[in-house]
């Protein structure tokens, strides 16, 4: 079992910076595919990034690449997001989620997930 908890959402303006953190339990997270995903109200939710389990290899949807960073700290049981050059459409709750996958767009590869944090973005 794997528990995730999210932290670091809040109010930013347009061309600010985030870093979002998701908490893992569990003796096993280490070995877990960790994912970012995103949801808008009235959107289903989305990819944002990946991160395999030793932090080797990491994907991006487009239209975050070059402003999204996601990494790892498998000792401390941490996954990070740095979000930089926001832009009022990444407005949305984000949610880490963990599973025994590659990395994956598919929500169902994920059986762990977390509450999500808030990220809002204005102009």
């Known amino acids: 079992q794997v528990q995730l908890v999210e932290s670091g959402g809040g109010l930013v303006q347009a061309g600010g910076s985030l870093r979002l953190s998701c908490a893992a339990s569990g003796r096993t997270f280490s070995s877990y595919t960790v994912a970012w995903f995103r949801q808008a109200p009235g959107k289903e939710r989305e990819f944002v990034a990946g991160?395999?389990?030793?932090?080797?290899?990491?994907a991006y949807v487009d239209f975050v690449k070059g402003r999204f960073t996601i990494s790892r700290d498998n000792v401390k049981k941490m996954v990070y997001l740095q979000m930089n050059s926001l832009k009022p459409e990444d407005t949305a709750a984000y949610y880490c989620?963990?599973?025994?996958?590659?990395?994956?767009?598919?929500?169902?590869?994920?059986?762990?997930w977390g509450q999500g944090t808030q990220v809002t973005v204005s102009s």
């Open positions: 991160i395999m389990w030793s932090g080797g290899d990491t």
């Open positions: 989620a963990a599973g025994n996958t590659p990395i994956s767009s598919r929500t169902a590869r994920y059986p762990y």
